[in-house]
């Protein structure tokens, strides 16, 4: 499978791209393709990369699983295209950045905006089956998603970190925290939300951090 993604990211992938275990997931995932109805589209599955070079990311959020309904998943973690409803989870978000720092609700749900401004959004399964929900769990990309948390913890300095729920904090253990911010709160889904998502703050936070170690914080 040709992997399309930013010079800089590439340069510091190479040697986990020829590894054994992603090799057998890349042939997955194209026979996943080639077979059946896969999301995000193949062009898109690495814009997480591609709309954030490493030497731009500012702010890492993480996800889970892509989104497995059509036209919904495009590459960003908790991220759905223009025109498409948002989410119960990304609704939840952007009730809690009205509430931390004024931002209204925006036209769409499309997370672009703030990949380009240095937000690496990165699903830990990087694709899923159409209305299959974890079909593609536990092939190999939970050690792929491992592995570009690790990169970032490692060649970048200064990167907050945004946990979200058990799964996204377990990932904690990956990072250095003596020269990275790592914010925890529960999951912006319904069922976790009012347990300490709403009122975290984590935006004005992120950005008091970015701005105390002279970086432009991020237009929410």
């Not at 709160?185 to 976790?192: G, M, V, Y």
Request: charged share 20%; proline share 6%.
């Amino acid at each position: 499978m040709e992997v399309k993604i930013d010079t800089s990211w590439k340069v510091v992938m190479n040697q986990l791209f020829a590894k054994t275990f992603v090799q057998n997931l890349f042939a997955f995932v194209r026979d996943e393709y080639a077979g059946t109805k896969v999301y995000p589209p193949q062009k898109d599955m690495f814009n997480a990369f591609n709309h954030c070079p490493l030497d731009a990311v500012k702010v890492v959020i993480l996800g889970q699983d892509p989104y497995h309904g059509a036209n919904q998943a495009n590459g960003l973690a908790f991220s759905v295209n223009p025109g498409v409803p948002f989410p119960p989870s990304l609704r939840n978000i952007f009730k809690e950045i009205e509430t931390d720092v004024g931002k209204v609700f925006p036209p769409d749900g499309d997370l672009t905006r703030w990949a380009d401004q240095g937000v690496f959004l990165l699903n830990a399964t990087l694709t899923v089956r159409e209305h299959e929900a974890g079909s593609h769990q536990k092939k190999g990309w939970e050690e792929f998603s491992d592995e570009v948390i690790k990169i970032i913890s490692d060649q970048r300095e200064n990167v907050v970190f945004l946990l979200w729920g058990a799964y996204a904090q377990k990932k904690a253990a990956l990072i250095d925290a003596n020269k990275h911010l790592i914010l925890k709160a529960p999951h912006p889904s319904p069922l976790s939300s009012y347990r300490g998502f709403f009122g975290c703050q984590h935006f004005s936070k992120a950005n008091e951090y970015l701005v105390a170690h002279g970086i432009k914080p991020i237009e929410w």
